[in-house]
């Protein structure tokens, strides 16, 4: 398996514009997390969906951050309008949390909000 | 609040000296630990987890950790560093029968060579 795929690895965008970042899971894995990295805050559990649907929600800053699973093999995590705070590291985990497995991250992706 | 606690921010060492990292955590029930690391510029990586039987639990690349329930800890250690262990390490905390991960704040560990 490749493992949690992500992209853009990169993103450098304008405030006030619409970020997607996109995740595959690994195949088979039901739970899907996505996590935010700052140099402040460290990293913080945004938003997290069992079999597809969203469980907990209750780390999403504000309304201008959604999340969507429309199926078992994708995600995104969308920012609308993007603002210079939300410059951060953006990962994307998946796991079965069976009692041996543990979430396995994605590569990440770094925006840059100017 | 429940919430994981690492006690060093930044930690400075040579190689060959020997490393051991804070963990405590303060929720309640069976839990699962977890330690990742994080090298400059890439993603988490497992270290190592602990989820049942042996409180000492042997990882990839020669760390260990060990828990101790009693004392709601999971302190990271090896014996004997080398440059290449420089990173930045979580620990992160998953209770049983939930489905949060939750993080320490990390601790950069910067071997000298």
């Known amino acids: 398996d490749a493992g949690v795929i992500q992209s853009p690895r990169h993103e450098v965008t304008e405030m006030g514009q619409e970020v997607t970042l996109r995740c595959k899971p690994i195949?088979?894995?039901?739970?899907l997390f996505w996590y935010r990295q700052t140099m402040m805050r460290g990293l913080e559990l945004l938003i997290y969906?069992?079999?597809?649907?969203?469980?907990?929600d209750s780390g999403m800053p504000e309304d201008r951050f959604s999340a969507k699973m429309p199926n078992a093999s994708f995600s995104t995590l969308k920012i609308q309008p993007s603002e210079p705070r939300d410059s951060a590291v953006y990962f994307c985990?998946?796991?079965?949390?069976?009692?041996?497995?543990?979430?396995?991250f994605g590569q990440g992706t770094r925006l840059t909000v100017v | 609040a429940q919430s994981v606690s690492q006690h060093n921010h930044h930690v400075i060492l040579s190689e060959a000296a020997s490393l051991e990292l804070g963990c405590n955590y303060s929720?309640?029930?069976?839990?699962?630990l977890f330690w990742y690391v994080q090298y400059p510029g890439q993603h988490l990586q497992l270290l190592l987890k602990?989820?049942?039987?042996?409180?000492l639990v042997k990882g990839i690349k020669g760390f260990e950790a060990e828990f101790i329930k009693s004392k709601f800890s999971f302190n990271l250690r090896k014996p004997s560093v080398q440059w290449s262990d420089t990173a930045e390490y979580f620990c992160a905390v998953k209770v049983v029968r939930e489905y949060k991960l939750s993080f320490g704040a990390g601790t950069t560990v910067t071997v000298r060579a």
């Open positions: 195949s088979g894995h039901d739970y």
């Open positions: 602990y989820f049942s039987g042996d409180p």
């Open positions: 969906f069992n079999n597809n649907v969203p469980i907990d």
């Open positions: 985990a998946s796991s079965f949390w069976d009692g041996y497995t543990e979430a396995f």
């Open positions: 929720y309640g029930g069976t839990v699962n």
